[in-house]
């Protein structure tokens, strides 16, 4: 079951913070936080709405994982640059990043990256594009 993943995703999604959902809901932030834990459930009248509220069916708020799966190529970022023992402050100069929040973002999967710095990050390291992209170089390697 994925009802609580999935609604705290949603949630984030769509912009909104418990206060923000809750308030549109006609619920306490409490009970929305204890939702996303899966400490509790919401009923099936709650659960029909909640599904209504953010467009999907039932089957796919409760019985599939909604959030996308972070892309190979975050995942190979933070491991290239962890085994060349690099920061994340030291990469973000590489790339001209503002701040080490955005690599952050980006290993995480919650920011893409240009397509320039894809590339300048395969030089770097010695790999090609598409084993940037395509392959989980951690088991690679």
């Known amino acids: ?30 009970t929305v936080g204890n939702w996303e834990t899966g400490e509790r459930k919401p009923d099936i009248e709650m659960i029909i709405r909640l599904a209504e509220y953010f467009g999907v069916t039932l089957d796919d708020l409760v019985l599939r994982d909604l959030k996308p799966p972070i892309p190979k190529y975050a995942g190979n970022i933070r491991y290239l640059r962890l085994s060349h023992g690099i920061t994340q402050e030291k990469m973000g100069e590489l790339l001209g990043l503002k701040n080490k929040s955005s690599l952050s973002l980006i290993e995480a999967g919650k920011s ?30």
């Open 1 to 30: 079951m994925y009802l609580a993943q999935n609604l705290k995703y949603l949630r984030e999604r769509k912009g909104l913070s418990q206060r923000e959902f809750s308030a549109d809901l006609g619920l306490s932030r409490a």
């Open 112 to 141: 893409g990256i240009s397509i320039e710095n894809l590339e300048e990050l395969a030089d770097f390291f010695g790999v090609t594009l598409d084993e940037m992209v395509k392959q989980d170089l951690s088991k690679e390697m």
